[in-house]
């Protein structure tokens, strides 16, 4: 059928199986506007107070659904408010689709009113991206877009489309959409093997998941990995969701704001089995002490992070879920009780420990997250910021099912959350979505209050107020002579009156007595609902390990005079 531009932009959407998009509407993208308008019955949008949130809520709606989020901006401004958000789920590996408008064809090039090279701007932070100056390629190209931001190692796309080409009509015919396939061959069968040998062969395993396990969907064949290792498990930030934290043998997190139990672990395997994830700075510290000595199997679908950044002793590349689920079917049942018995008595030894409270009526961040997670049961969709309150959210909840975390891994992005727990909500409307903020990154995006009100969105927004910039202040701290330069942010704004003014529900824990019945009436109330809790600006994350130190000697106690 004769469709214009915009419609098949629209009806290639519906192809991919995409019934929510996030935008905000401008001159360059109104036709794409208009076609909305009338596929409203089939597709719906949500537009938030600034396009960087729609590109967060795209985001947090393909975390935790494992579908290809979308996001649609116009040209110029509205596509360069696109990048941040593009660049954080580049770096975490997120599927998503983004739709930028330009000025016609015929201006391209000529410094235009909100004419912008977004190709160019985002080359280095998309897999792919197109400009599409012909109708007759839009729609193979918005499909092959999708393919590409789920083949291999995940990532983002972007389509620019210049806004006569939305106009100009071309014939249209739907077809299936081409799902991308786990690729393996006999090298692969054989590096299975070989790693299969090694984990037999091992007396004292020690895995250690990240995101890619959840990006697969391989939550689960790596739950039967670890029971038929008999070993410990370890998560990255990205990894949270992967692994039953009230399991066992979960340890926690490991690196620069793990466990001490993890770290213990790691410098007394025989064998780490890493799966799924690329080696950070954050979680190696000193690469010459990472792991020395020990052999690792790294199976990861990204070529290129292989003995990147860690000699490795057997790869295994490819998809984590189907290799796993070979290891599964050629090892035997093992048992290692005496590293099981090490590592639960490390576990007993160095448990996380809030800071003993200065007052007895002291709101810790802490507790409040343990008992956030009680009254969920673990199985509420948690988003979070950058700073502390995501360290503790990644410490002190227990993720018991996958797809339950969001969270900026790899660029650390302050205002992300907000917009992740959007797209979060709109994916998982049965689930409480709660975003874990901190009072610095709540004012980078606390506009987008209005975007809850707008939609009645039920999110809660749990913010700590501490008046400053935790985190940096911490490294201020131990780092820079105590000379807390530009992190004290105080602003004065009181919280309870903004919620107000944004018609929104507002709950204040001041004392430690408000923590159960704030967090109950946040839960129970059904609309959108601002949380502030009022902590010490002096509460820090502990253990710690210095960027570039040795991660088996954490930071366990820190002075404050």
Same mark, same amino acid.
């Given at each position: 059928m004769l469709l214009t531009g915009s419609d098949i932009i629209v009806e290639c959407l519906l192809e991919q199986g995409v019934d929510t998009v996030f935008g905000y509407p401008g001159g360059a993208v109104l036709n794409i506007y208009d076609s909305l308008y009338m596929y409203s019955d089939r597709i719906k949008h949500i537009i938030t107070a600034h396009e960087q949130a729609a590109c967060h809520a795209a985001d947090g709606y393909s975390r935790t659904s494992g579908r290809t989020g979308v996001v649609i901006a116009t040209s110029g401004p509205g596509a360069t408010n696109l990048v941040t958000g593009i660049a954080t789920a580049y770096m975490d590996s997120i599927p998503l689709v983004a739709i930028t408008g330009n000025v016609a064809t015929s201006l391209l090039g000529l410094d235009s009113f909100q004419e912008v090279d977004i190709c160019g701007i985002t080359m280095p932070v998309t897999k792919h991206n197109y400009i599409v100056k012909d109708v007759s390629k839009l729609a193979d190209t918005i499909r092959e877009a999708f393919y590409i931001a789920n083949q291999g190692r995940?990532? #983002?796309? &972007? $389509? =620019?489309? *210049?806004? =006569?080409?939305? %106009?100009? +009509?071309? !014939?249209? @015919?739907? +077809?299936? *959409?081409?799902? #991308?396939?786990?690729?393996? =061959? @006999?090298?692969t069968d054989r590096q299975i093997a070989e790693a299969a040998e090694l984990i037999k062969n091992s007396q004292r395993p020690f895995i250690y998941a990240g995101g890619g396990v959840v990006s697969c969907d391989a939550c689960e064949e790596l739950k039967t990995f670890a029971a038929k290792c008999d070993a410990p498990v370890s998560l990255s930030l990205m990894g949270q969701c992967a692994f039953d934290n009230t399991d066992p043998a979960y340890t926690g997190m490991l690196g620069m704001h793990g466990t001490k139990t993890s770290a213990l672990a790691l410098s007394e395997c025989d064998l780490m089995i890493v799966l799924g994830s690329r080696f950070s700075d954050r979680v190696i510290g000193d690469p010459d002490t990472f792991a020395n000595g020990k052999k690792i199997i790294h199976i990861e679908i990204d070529p290129a992070e292989v003995g990147k950044n860690i000699a490795i002793d057997c790869c295994v590349p490819g998809d984590v879920r189907y290799i796993l689920a070979q290891l599964n079917s050629m090892l035997p049942d093992m048992s290692h009780p005496e590293w099981k018995a090490q590592i639960a008595q490390w576990k007993s030894e160095y448990p996380l420990k809030m800071r003993p409270i200065s007052r007895e009526d002291e709101v810790l961040p802490q507790e409040v997250i343990e008992q956030l997670d009680r009254l969920t049961d673990g199985k509420a969709v948690i988003t979070t910021e950058v700073g502390q309150h995501q360290m503790w959210a990644a410490q002190y909840y227990n993720f018991t099912q996958p797809r339950t975390f969001a969270s900026s891994g790899g660029l650390g992005t302050m205002g992300y959350g907000l917009g992740a727990a959007i797209g979060s909500k709109c994916a998982n409307p049965d689930k409480p979505v709660i975003n874990i903020a901190g009072d610095g990154s709540f004012f980078m995006n606390c506009n987008e209050l209005s975007s809850l009100a707008k939609h009645n969105i039920p999110i809660i927004e749990l913010v700590f107020a501490n008046n400053v910039l935790g985190m940096v202040r911490q490294w201020q701290r131990l780092f820079y002579g105590k000379r807390f330069s530009q992190t004290n942010i105080d602003r004065g704004t009181d919280l309870m009156k903004l919620a107000e003014a944004f018609?929104?529900?507002?709950?204040?824990? %001041?004392?430690? !007595? =408000?923590?159960? *019945?704030? &967090?109950?009436? %946040? &839960?129970? /109330?059904?609309? #959108? /609902? &601002?949380? @502030? /809790? $009022?902590i010490d600006k002096d509460v820090n994350v502990l253990p710690m390990v210095p960027a570039g130190a040795d991660i088996s000697q954490p930071i366990m106690e820190i002075e404050l005079d």
């Open positions: 995940k990532g #983002p796309v &972007l $389509i =620019d489309v *210049p806004k =006569d080409v939305t %106009a100009a +009509k071309f !014939e249209y @015919e739907r +077809k299936e *959409p081409v799902r #991308p396939q786990s690729v393996h =061959d @006999e090298d018609g929104i529900e507002g709950v204040r824990i %001041a004392n430690r !007595e =408000d923590i159960i *019945p704030g &967090l109950k009436k %946040a &839960l129970e /109330c059904g609309r #959108p /609902c &601002l949380v @502030e /809790c $009022i």
